[in-house]
């Protein structure tokens, strides 16, 4: 299954993608959020699939929203690419590293990125999103992390790095701009995914490629990000997790290179779909 929402930002409604028609199931659920994956919303869906075609399509010129609702929490893991650990000249983590993003960075995978006030090096990074099915918390195994994914998404963790690097403190506030993670287009089911550890993925900055790699350089698999995290907090349905970027940031250039005004940025990764954002100026 794919599912996908539409319509104005924090109005949006939920429906999916049926043979790239877009349609209407806001008549059958408020929202793909916590409660939808809590109580077995993926079962009740994957029945309504049975007879979809009673249900309205959605007009193309509707906007795409976030591919589930706004999160409890979005939690990064980062230098989780062996290549991009390299490029960025830093040691490969022993265990998972973790940062988290505020859960209103939220948005649809075609808004604007808004470069903030004051903001000389906003950066970009495609990851692979996984999304949350059921609240999680001590894990035995990692086997058993299987069980607790509603699905997979592109994600686009923007990111300003002297705010998060040059400015004290952790990591949140270089991480926590407004618009700086678009989400989807669509969340995936596993059952659509053959090996989410071998996914291409590329970003492209004004048609020029500045990303390539494969979800297989993680260091830390998705599973192993899961049973992890739960060790340490409730992992609550329709949380999201953001599992690390490849190679090719601006910061990893020499020199660095960062976003800028009307600049455009395109991302994908292999069947999950594509993005596609223009940057504004705060």
């Known amino acids: 299954m794919k599912l996908i929402r539409f319509g104005a930002l924090e109005q949006e409604k939920p429906g999916v993608l049926i043979k790239g028609v877009r349609k209407d199931l806001s008549s059958e659920f408020k929202d793909w959020d916590k409660d939808f994956f809590n109580n077995e919303g993926l079962k009740k869906l994957d029945e309504c699939l049975k007879n979809i075609s009673i249900y309205p399509n959605i007009d193309e010129s509707e906007r795409w929203g976030a591919c589930v609702a706004r999160p409890g929490k979005v939690i990064c893991i980062g230098l989780n690419y062996s290549d991009h650990a390299e490029e960025s000249g830093m040691a490969i983590p022993e265990e998972p590293i973790i940062f988290q993003k505020g859960s209103n960075t939220v948005v649809g995978p075609y808004d604007d990125i808004i470069i903030p006030r004051n903001s000389k090096k906003t950066d970009w990074e495609v990851e692979l999103g996984v999304i949350i099915k059921k609240d999680t918390r001590y894990l035995n195994s990692i086997e058993e992390a299987k069980d607790c994914i509603a699905g997979y998404c592109t994600s686009h963790d ?51 490629q500045k990303q390539n790699g494969n979800t297989s350089f993680m260091i830390f698999g998705v599973y192993q990000i899961i049973h992890h995290l739960s060790q340490f907090m409730t992992l609550e349905a329709g949380d999201i997790i953001n599992t690390g970027t490849p190679p090719g940031v601006g910061l990893g250039f020499n020199p660095p290179q960062y976003l800028k005004e009307n600049d455009v940025v395109e991302l994908e990764i292999e069947g999950l779909g594509s993005q596609k954002q223009v940057c504004v100026n705060a």
């Open 158 to 208: 923007v990111s300003e790095r002297a705010f998060q690097l040059e400015r004290g403190g952790q990591w949140t506030k270089g991480k926590s701009c407004d618009n700086f993670n678009p989400l989807g287009p669509y969340l995936v089911t596993p059952d659509e995914i053959n090996n989410v550890h071998n996914l291409n993925m590329r970003l492209l900055v004004n048609g020029v």
